[in-house]
């Protein structure tokens, strides 16, 4: 199949190398041109490696993998004195201090459980479907707690892992590939660590498989001590059972589950830190049997050709994506109030904070916030943009709309406050440690109680104020009030956007926390 040289290599037939290499390279092409938008995201985010190789095959799968695993390394190999003096700079000009005010060490020494709501979004709160609420359960703990009404995730590709990397160290989203799959091994400061030095257990709990977006790795990176994962859990293996709902165990008997397992940490390992992450409320939305029953048609009252008054129904939401959303949110919402319940009935609740955040959008278009808003039972159309009820989704509202649910909630103090400043999922850490009495190192984001001018930076270079949102893409901003936009407001928060971005990444790609640490170690060993 070739022939030796004189030096006694063997060298293949130029013919056959060439035959094999446009084989492969139509082969390639043929098999993307088959991909859908989802197969490609699952390619490049792999964090379903069971789909993957399921869906492509194990030898797919292993060149995706070898692509995955080679591409933070390569990364990692330039840049890193430009990293370094960006990342030394930031922090000598932003020494991070301790905050200082009502909320001080209020919560120090209480046991904290982080309720992660899958793609649980703000706007639901704020709507009625013929005077029925959507999230009722959400809605009472807010008017019972800290609400925090514009609070954004800052996600990107990782989506769901994106958010427990930003909440848990205030940290931004890696700016190639996610942090979880990625830049597992690198050194964080995060909650789950800071909970531990000061001598809680700290535990996560997810009833889906451990391996889902690296969790079973990466939570003991962030310092999660256990991961309660899929199989600690009874799991259904037939879909069709009332216990399986979307993609795996339902909120409902996962959180009778974990009773049992709340109950054993408090008697034995106290104080304590959760996560419990649900997955009911997880797109596509369409376990629609399963939901507890909530209707989305619109009643209307109208008047006939005699004069009349009558009542009519229309369609309004049945079978649309925003209708079956709603339906979803609905039933995961009943599932968290059977969980409080369950919380108060076994003691679970005492000396104990609820933390409530909804991880991320539920992604739907903006045409089916339009059929939402705008929807006119008597024509069974959308309204005309001349009617002075017409809700416009231009202008940026549409991405405004992304906000998800922030709530601290206690069982016997009713704090009954609702805080509308802007907030990014990256001030959570700074906040706690205020709160719960710790200081931090290197979270991004700033206590919501400090007087730091609210910025919310996106990872895509969206920045959002009290004052204005700014759209990098377009290079251009909507201002949220009516006090006077300067264009040197504008160009300060592209400044502070880029520099935050760029230090972020270079703490992710380049291990710089770890590196740093080292140096000073060392450096410590050597005057000793």
């Known amino acids: 199949s070739g022939y030796y040289t004189r030096s006694g290599f063997l060298v293949k037939s130029k013919k056959k190398a060439t035959t094999t290499l446009a084989v492969g390279v139509i082969s390639l092409a043929i098999f993307a041109t088959t991909l859908t938008g989802t197969d490609i995201g699952r390619l490049t985010k792999q964090w379903n490696r069971e789909y993957i190789v399921n869906k492509f095959g194990i030898i797919v799968y292993q060149i995706n993998d070898l692509v995955s695993t080679l591409r933070p390394k390569i990364t990692s190999m330039f840049g890193y004195d430009v990293a370094l003096k960006d990342f030394t700079d930031y922090y000598a000009e932003n020494t991070i201090k301790k905050s200082n005010n009502e909320y001080t060490d209020i919560f120090k020494g209480k046991n904290v459980i982080f309720v992660h709501m899958e793609s649980m979004t703000d706007f639901l709160m704020n709507t009625n479907i013929n005077g029925v609420e959507i999230t009722p359960n959400i809605n009472r703990l807010a008017s019972e707690g800290m609400y925090f009404d514009r609070f954004y995730p800052q996600i990107s590709i990782g989506t769901s892992s994106d958010t427990e990397f930003t ?48 969790r079973k790795t990466m939570h003991k990176t962030l310092g999660y001590k256990d991961f309660y994962a899929k199989d600690t859990f009874d799991v259904p293996t037939d879909t069709k059972s009332k216990d399986w709902v979307g993609l795996g165990l339902s909120d409902k008997s996962f959180f009778n589950q974990l009773i049992p397992i709340l109950k054993n940490i408090k008697e034995t390992k106290s104080p304590f830190y959760g996560t419990v992450i649900t997955l009911s409320n997880h797109s596509p939305f369409n376990d629609l049997t399963k939901y507890d029953p909530f209707e989305v048609t619109m009643k209307y009252t109208y008047t006939d050709k005699k004069g009349k008054k009558q009542e009519g129904v229309a369609p309004y939401l049945e079978k649309t994506s925003m209708g079956n959303y709603i339906r979803s949110a609905h039933y995961a919402d009943a599932a968290l109030g059977e969980f409080i319940n369950l919380l108060r009935d076994n003691g679970l609740l005492d000396n104990t904070m609820i933390i409530l955040y909804g991880d991320h959008e539920a992604r739907l278009s903006k045409n089916q916030f339009n059929l939402l808003y705008n929807y006119d039972p008597v024509t069974q159309d959308i309204k005309d943009e001349n009617d002075p009820t017409y809700v416009s989704m231009e202008n940026y509202n549409y991405d405004l709309l992304k906000n998800t649910p922030f709530i601290i909630w206690n069982n016997k103090e009713k704090y009954k406050k609702t805080i509308s400043n802007v907030m990014g999922m990256y001030d959570v850490l700074p906040t706690m440690a205020n709160m719960f009495g710790f200081k931090e190192k290197y979270a991004l984001g700033h206590d919501i109680f400090s007087d730091n001018e609210k910025i919310v930076v996106f990872p895509n270079g969206n920045v959002l104020t009290n004052k204005v949102y700014y759209s990098s893409l377009n290079d251009e901003y909507v201002a949220l009030t009516d006090e006077p936009i300067s264009v040197d407001y504008i160009d300060s928060l592209k400044t502070y956007a880029y520099n935050i971005l760029e230090v972020s990444n270079g703490i992710v790609t380049h291990d710089l926390i770890k590196n740093e640490e080292d140096k000073i170690g060392e450096c410590k060993n050597e005057k000793k």
Do not use: Q
């Open 167 to 214: 909440l848990n160290t205030g940290l931004m989203p890696s700016s190639s590939g996610t942090v979880f799959v990625n830049y597992y091994n690198r050194k964080y400061y995060a909650l789950p660590n800071y909970f531990n030095e000061m001598g809680y257990y700290t535990f996560s709990a997810h009833a889906n498989a451990a391996d889902y977006w690296n």
